[in-house]
């Protein structure tokens, strides 16, 4: 099954920023009541929500050298380019700032 990168949200948003930047997703898991994508990395484990959360989205958006703007109360721009030396482009839409740069990510990596 396909879905378009606009329309992520969630844990499904969660799962696609693991897999772009290459974490093994391991299984949705219930956590005080939310949906919450768990991880393994080696030996150790831990809670992915990137999302929804800026300790985990923050440095992804920093990185990754993401743009941001505000366009409505409700709706997020973010964009990505690569500069001249590689005409790679993504721009992304949401409701907030972090589902907005997650899909950005998204879109450009995957």
Not at 21 to 46: C, D, E, M, W
Not at 73 to 87: A, K, Q
Request: hydrophobic content about 35%; aromatic content about 10%; proline content about 5%.
């Amino acid at each position: 099954m396909k879905i378009k990168t606009s329309e992520l949200t969630g844990i499904a948003l969660d799962w696609a920023v693991c897999s772009a930047t290459g974490l093994l997703a391991a299984y949705p898991k219930i956590a005080s009541g939310a949906n919450f994508l768990r991880v393994h990395q080696g030996n150790s484990s831990k809670y992915i929500y990137p999302s929804t959360n800026w300790a985990q989205g923050g440095p992804i958006i920093e990185r990754e050298g993401l743009s941001l703007i505000r366009q409505t109360p409700t709706r997020w721009t973010s964009e990505f380019s690569n500069g001249c030396e590689r005409p790679d482009h993504a721009r992304a839409w949401g409701p907030t700032a972090l589902i907005a740069t997650m899909r950005c990510y998204v879109t450009s990596k995957l």
